[in-house]
């Protein structure tokens, strides 16, 4: 049974930082790349940053020099870690697992003063 798992949601004010991570089990990890999206209200779905296999790593325009994606291949985990957050980074963000078309259920962020 393959599971997807995001976690690290919550309530942060502008200008503060928050961490997600997504656990994926049920598939060989280190065959895929692995991404983040977000869907935020009254917007369409939104990719965020990937990064592949082998380490590398790419980003919307919207959060380049805000956010880092990294992965840990030993623990099957994926993280984004959000700097310098703004109001419009308040979103459901998704974990995904890109050719395997795979979703977590997504967490919630909220930028709030």
């Known amino acids: 049974q393959v599971q997807v798992v995001e976690s690290g949601g919550g309530l942060v004010q502008p200008g503060g930082s928050l961490r997600l991570s997504c656990v994926a089990s049920?598939?060989?990890?280190?065959?895929?790349?692995m991404d983040w999206y977000r869907q935020a209200p009254g917007k369409q779905r939104e990719w965020v940053a990937s990064?592949?296999?082998?380490?590398?790593?790419n980003y919307a325009n919207s959060v380049k020099g805000r956010f880092t994606i990294s992965r840990d291949n030993a623990k099957n985990t994926v993280a984004l870690q959000m700097n310098s957050l703004k109001f419009e980074d308040t979103a459901v963000y998704f974990c995904?697992?890109?050719?395997?078309?795979?979703w977590g259920q997504g967490t919630q962020v909220t930028v709030s003063s």
């Open positions: 049920g598939i060989i990890f280190n065959r895929y790349t």
């Open positions: 995904h697992v890109t050719s395997a078309d795979y």
């Open positions: 990064i592949g296999r082998s380490g590398w790593t």
